[in-house]
Structure formats: structure tokens, C-alpha cells
């Protein structure tokens, strides 16, 4: 058995914690043979563990504790602390064994409550359940989501040559907005997905360019932001953002221009680092026997 998880992009600037998009990149966990004692083989490094402690294990054996332990192999293309969702799909698939192995009947609204209680907000794990583009609210211990169309664009990732974890990146964001700050950054977020649906490019654009105020607050970790943001903004794009908590900065582009954007963006800033181009993904978790 196969379980497949898309990586994610998130916040589209404003719309922090709420809108999620699947993308090409995606984990797979294979299911092997039943064995005394849990075990991940994995290539994400040191500090994943590879036993019973590892987070998507701990979240089987806390839904099934009565589970038997099978050999499990995990190989991915999503960067591993790098804003793409990589710890959002690993509880999602850890979900979906569960489901898979205790014989939950779980549906992807169920699959949906459990992983935003573990996960606080829904922005990455509802795109990695539903595919395709979710916005998704968080509420009285309820997450209600909704699955949009999403214009047939290429995203531009940047990705610098350093990792920046969860919450390194949250401990800087502010406790408290002021009102009217909070009233202007929902209006954007409105806009934005009106602008996305409507296939508004151009106030897409000033939408996402705008910034927010998380994107302000992570600026220290993600110098880069500003300088790609200005650059891409001269181009034939349509805004550019930081994914998630960072430091993956994206930028959407169109399919027949993205190539010569990268092409422009590295010889224009020649950052250190990688660019990579992802595509919109339409399918969620996925299951082969």
C-alpha cells in the first residue's frame, strides 16, 4: 500500500492561515510488511527519527493503539523545512494509515477535523486532504473548508540554501492587530480570491504585492522577499509572496512565461540557492493497493 500527500503553498500574502494550494511536489509513504516494532525509513535526516517516536507513527498509535507495527519507507521531493508543507503532509499520511490500517471508514471532512486539531490551522493540511485550492477557517473547534478552482498558472519557487522551522517563524509574528489593520488585511483576502476566480491577474498582482503583516514580521528571516518581489513585479507575473512560514518565496507566473522569468530573476538577483517551478496539484491524499 501506497499513500500520497502533495507538498502545499500557503498565505498567498493575505490570506494568512486560510488559503492553501496543492502542489506537484509530493511524499510517499509505503506500507510494508508487518514486523514487531515500528520502523521509517526515510532520507530527511538526523532529526526525523526513524522508530515509534517519530510524529506520523505517533499519530496511528494514538488513533489505533491496537495497530501491529509494519515496516514503512518514506520518500519524498518536498524540502523539509522549507514552507512547503513537508510537516503538514507527514500528518496527513500519518492520518491516513490510521484510517487505512485501523479501518476508521474515515471521509476527507473527518480526515479534515483531526489533522487541524493537531495542526492549529487548516491552510496546509486541507489542500494536502482535498487537493487543488482551499480556503478553510478555524473556529469553535470547528474548521469549515471549501475547495475553488485556481487559474491554470506555474508558481516560481525560490528556495535559499538554509531551512527555517515553524516555530522559529511564528515567534515573531504579533499576539495583537489593530482593528482597522485587521479590517484592510480581510478585505485583501477577499479580493484576492475573488481576483483568483475571476482570473483578474492584474489585481491578483497588487493584491499579493501588497505584502501582510506576517510577511513583515518574517522579513528578518527572508531578506530575499523584497528583492524578488521587486524584481518580479517588473516582469510578466502575478505577485509574489512568502510560502507559508518561509523561506520559500513564490511567484506565480504564467505557464508560457515562467521559464523566462526564472531565467530573468537568477541573472537579474544571482541569489544562492535553487529555483524550482511547481504546478497546481488537483488531487489530495491518495491511496494504492
Not at 515500528?38 to 491496537?66: F, K, M, R, Y
Not at 477557517?137 to 538554509?162: M, T
Not at 482570473?199 to 522579513?219: C, M, P, W, Y
Not at 523566462?260 to 491524499?285: A, H, K, M, S
Amino acid at each position: 500500500m501506497e499513500i500520497i500527500v502533495p507538498a502545499t503553498t500557503t498565505n498567498f500574502g493575505a490570506g494568512f492561515d486560510s488559503l492553501g494550494l496543492a502542489l506537484s511536489a509530493e511524499m510517499t509513504l509505503t506500507v510494508g510488511p508487518e514486523q514487531e516494532n515500528w520502523t521509517l525509513q526515510h532520507q530527511l535526516g538526523a532529526l526525523v527519527p526513524s522508530d515509534a517516536t517519530n510524529p506520523l507513527i505517533e499519530i496511528v498509535t494514538t488513533l489505533c493503539p491496537n495497530v501491529t507495527p509494519h515496516q514503512l519507507t518514506l520518500t519524498s521531493n518536498i524540502p523539509v523545512q522549507m514552507g512547503l508543507g513537508g510537516s503538514s503532509a507527514m500528518l496527513v499520511a500519518g492520518i491516513e494509515l490510521a484510517n487505512q490500517l485501523g479501518q476508521l471508514g474515515l471521509d476527507n471532512e473527518a480526515k479534515l477535523q483531526l489533522a487541524v486539531q493537531l495542526e492549529g490551522h487548516p491552510d496546509n493540511v486541507a489542500p494536502a486532504i482535498f487537493g487543488g485550492f482551499v480556503v478553510g477557517d478555524y473556529q469553535n473547534q470547528w474548521s469549515d473548508a471549501v475547495k475553488l478552482s485556481f487559474p491554470d498558472v506555474r508558481l516560481l519557487a525560490y528556495l535559499p540554501p538554509r531551512t527555517l522551522a515553524t516555530k522559529t517563524s511564528r515567534s515573531v509574528l504579533p499576539a495583537e492587530v489593530p482593528f482597522a489593520t485587521a479590517v484592510t488585511k480581510s478585505s485583501a483576502a477577499n479580493v484576492l480570491i475573488a481576483a483568483l476566480l475571476e482570473h483578474d491577474f492584474d489585481a491578483v498582482k497588487r493584491v499579493i504585492n501588497q505584502g501582510s503583516l506576517h510577511e513583515t514580521a518574517r522579513a528578518q528571516f527572508v531578506p530575499e522577499l523584497a528583492q524578488i518581489r521587486s524584481a518580479a513585479a517588473a516582469l510578466e507575473t502575478m505577485g509574489t509572496y512568502l510560502s507559508g512560514g518561509g523561506p520559500t518565496v513564490m511567484t506565480l507566473a504564467f505557464p508560457e512565461k515562467v521559464v523566462t522569468v526564472r531565467q530573468q530573476l537568477d541573472q537579474q538577483l544571482n541569489l544562492p540557492g535553487e529555483w524550482c517551478i511547481y504546478t497546481p496539484n488537483l488531487f489530495g491524499v491518495r491511496v494504492h493497493f
